[in-house]
């Protein structure tokens, strides 16, 4: 296997490293470890928004990754994508076009590498996000769950890999309700570095 020297991921704000105030959260974290194993000679750019769905992800990975001549790629979506928008409404982003986006962010990753991962979403306390405090935007298990489903069965057909984190966590891991504190980073840190060093990646 190629040397991998450059990493980008794509993602929402858990990703990003929302409500990690002692590291910067799990990709932060991923990158101080596979910097210092690496000696400096991997980089990893943490590309992610906050609110960020599989479509914000379509709307700009492909120059961004490019530009940065990645030779590898992490996505971690599905939690906007299947948050209710109101309590009987709509998911953000309907399951079907979810699943389309999917397919398309695969077919155009891998014009840039092989090297693809798609990290799935873990659970919420639904006693805090049902709405969560600032809208009225409602996050369910149920729904997460059904988007994650998709997003393995998806990569299971494009042979890409897939990180199944559902219910890595627990309620005293996240911090809102819906993003990891600082434990909830670290456990997911640890299992992202676990998987991917069993890929060698670095």
Not at 49 to 78: C, M, N, P, W
């Amino acid at each position: 296997m190629q040397k991998i020297s450059t990493i980008c991921i794509f993602g929402d704000s858990t990703a990003w490293g929302a409500w990690d105030i002692e590291k910067g959260g799990w990709v932060n974290r991923l990158w101080l470890y596979v910097g210092e194993k690496t000696d400096g000679e991997c980089d990893i750019y943490n590309l992610s928004i906050s609110g960020g769905t599989t479509q914000t992800i379509l709307d700009r990975f492909e120059a961004e990754a490019k530009i940065r001549g990645v030779d590898a790629l992490i996505f971690q979506s599905g939690g906007n994508d299947a948050c209710l928008l109101g309590k009987d409404g709509p998911n953000q982003i309907p399951l079907d076009q979810f699943k389309r986006n999917l397919e398309k962010i695969i077919g155009w990753a891998k014009n840039l590498t092989t090297n693809i991962v798609f990290v799935g979403f873990d659970i919420v306390d639904e006693a805090k996000t049902t709405p969560v405090p600032w809208g009225d935007f409602y996050y369910t298990n149920a729904e997460i769950e059904k988007y994650n489903k998709v997003m393995s069965e998806v990569c299971q057909e494009q042979g890409t890999l897939f990180l199944d984190i559902f219910n890595l966590l627990t309620k005293e891991d996240l911090e809102d309700g819906l993003h990891p504190n600082t434990k909830g980073h670290e456990k997911t840190f640890i299992k992202a570095r676990d998987f991917l060093e069993r890929q060698s990646w670095f």
